[in-house]
């Protein structure tokens, strides 16, 4: 059930659709449907309304995201959450700013559908637009991820892997199944990822290929669980 090919991407045998109503239809990994039900019941006894924004996501899709910034036809961020200037960065730059707030293709940990993005539907207003901000944690949802907080330090399953610091943004809204998650860990290595970017169509992969250790180590290998809670 868990092989490199799921671990990179490539093979979505491991997800299931999940349906939440109203609200749009999203992928994870089969063994997490029930975990993640208990977690929707018991913010619901707080009246909130937990949503998933993003969970599973293929190979092709982060690469089109990815593939999207550098075009700029999505936009890139600084570390202030402020649209960046990317044609005054040079190709370094430009990588190091992506990678604050994107994952690269293959290295992302939403290619195993044990990771998920969640946010409380009920605070949003009618016709507002999610964005999923650090901003946004702190005063439409604040009351939420305050709740999250409290849920998460009472159990060991879920942990959020990028509130620590580090390369990458806190996304207080990033949350790990760590019983699953740590199996795909572990089947995650420097090579593996770096020859499936070189197979695919990548944008920045000449300099993606010349600093993938420090890539690997800092924005890959630095946010797993195993050994770090």
Known sequence: ????????????????????GDK?????????????????QAAQKEGFDLAVASGYRSFDRQRAIWNAKVSGDRP?????????????????DLLKAILHWSALPGGSRHHWGTDF??????????GQTLALTIVETQTVFSAFYDWLSEYLAGQSAFVRP?????????????????????????LLDEQAI???LKCENVSLVNIIEENFSAIYRDYIRAYFIEGSQ
């Not at 239809?25 to 977690?39: D, N, Q, S, W, Y």
């Not at 960046?84 to 370094?92: G, K, Q, R």
């Not at 990028?162 to 572990?186: D, F, Q, T, V």
Request: negative net charge; proline residues 4%; charged residues 30%.
């Open 24 to 40: 749009a239809t999203f992928k994870i990994h089969r063994e997490l449907v029930g975990p993640l039900a208990a977690m929707r």
């Open 117 to 126: 993005d969640i946010y409380d539907a009920s605070a949003l207003k009618k």
């Open 162 to 186: 990028y509130l620590r610091a580090g390369a990458i943004a806190c996304e207080p809204w990033h949350i790990s199944y760590k019983p699953l998650a740590i199996r795909y860990e572990r």
């Open 194 to 196: 770096l020859a499936q």
């Open 1 to 20: 059930m868990f092989n490199r090919k799921q671990a990179l991407g490539l093979d979505d045998q491991h997800v299931v659709d999940v349906d939440l």
């Open 76 to 92: 890139v961020l600084d570390e202030k959450e402020n649209p960046l200037n990317i044609e005054a960065l040079d190709s370094a």
